[in-house]
Each structure stands twice: as structure tokens, then as C-alpha cells.
């Protein structure tokens, strides 16, 4: 499982022009990918990790910040772009593996007692956020 986070001030996520998410203030926006051998077990670890995550201001976590997360599916973190032009998808895990992965990481997320808004799996979205910082890391379980 990889997550790129990025620590931001205010964000939202939009269907068909519809906010269907969002944050204000300080929080993590969270893209997740799912790949093939992850499982509830890889989830929880990295739920745990970035709640606990000390990359908000004053060295303190979302959690001890009080922040907020706004949490993104996005099978693309597993394109595989060493040969040729287009990306291959084959290291991402497939929608019926990806999904429950996804929904349970924002439930352990929500259980470690972050705020949490989401996305809609496998739709087209429109993700608008503010960086802080700038914040952006890659953190994997």
C-alpha cells in the first residue's frame, strides 16, 4: 500500500462538480494505492503510521494537531512507466481487491481518531487543496 500525503490548509474533493469532501484548516490530504499483496493487516499498519506521523506544525501529528484527512483512492501511484510511453497498471490491485483495502485504511484512520472525509472509489474527481509548507511525502506499509 503507498500513500503520497501532502500536508495541507483546507482542501475538497468534487464528483460531477459536487463537493462530495473537504477539510478547513490544517490536515492531510491522502492519495492511497492498493497493490496486489496488501492486505487489512498492511491497511491498519499504515493507517496507524500517518495518523501518528509527526509532519504537522510544531512537529506534532494530525492527531495531536487536531487536523483533519481528506482521503483519495488512486490506483495511478502503481503505474509502472519503465518502458515505453504508457503506464502499465498491473501492479495495482483490481477494484473488488482495491476497495475494501481503501474503506478499511479510512475506517483505522477514523478508529485512531482522525477526522476523516473521503473521496468515491473509482470515480473521476477533482481533488483542489492548499499545500503547507510545502508538505508532500511518499510513505508505504
Given amino acids: 500500500m503507498r500513500a503520497v ?7 475538497n474533493v468534487s464528483v460531477d462538480g459536487e463537493i462530495i469532501g473537504s ?3 490544517s490536515g492531510l490530504v491522502i ?3 492498493v497493490t496486489h499483496s496488501d492486505s487489512t493487516d498492511t491497511a491498519t499498519a499504515l493507517a496507524q503510521k500517518i495518523a501518528h506521523l ?3 506544525a510544531g512537529e506534532r501529528s494530525v ?4 487536523g483533519q484527512a481528506l482521503v483519495v483512492s488512486q490506483f495511478t501511484l502503481y503505474a509502472d512507466t519503465k518502458k515505453g510511453r504508457r503506464p502499465s497498471w498491473g501492479d495495482a490491485a483490481p477494484g473488488p481487491v482495491a476497495q475494501p483495502l481503501y474503506e ?3 475506517e483505522e484512520l477514523t478508529a485512531a481518531g482522525v477526522r476523516v472525509s473521503r473521496g468515491v472509489f473509482g470515480a473521476d474527481m477533482r481533488v483542489t487543496l492548499t499545500n503547507d ?3 508532500t511525502l511518499i510513505v508505504e506499509a
Avoid: T
Avoid at 500525503?5 to 482542501?11: C, D, E, K, L, T
Fill in 5 to 11: 500525503i501532502q500536508r495541507a490548509f483546507g482542501a
Fill in 23 to 25: 477539510f478547513d484548516g
Fill in 31 to 33: 492519495l492511497l494505492g
Fill in 54 to 56: 509527526r509532519i504537522m
Fill in 63 to 66: 492527531l495531536d494537531s487536531g
Fill in 104 to 106: 478499511h485504511f479510512c
Fill in 133 to 135: 509548507g510545502p508538505v
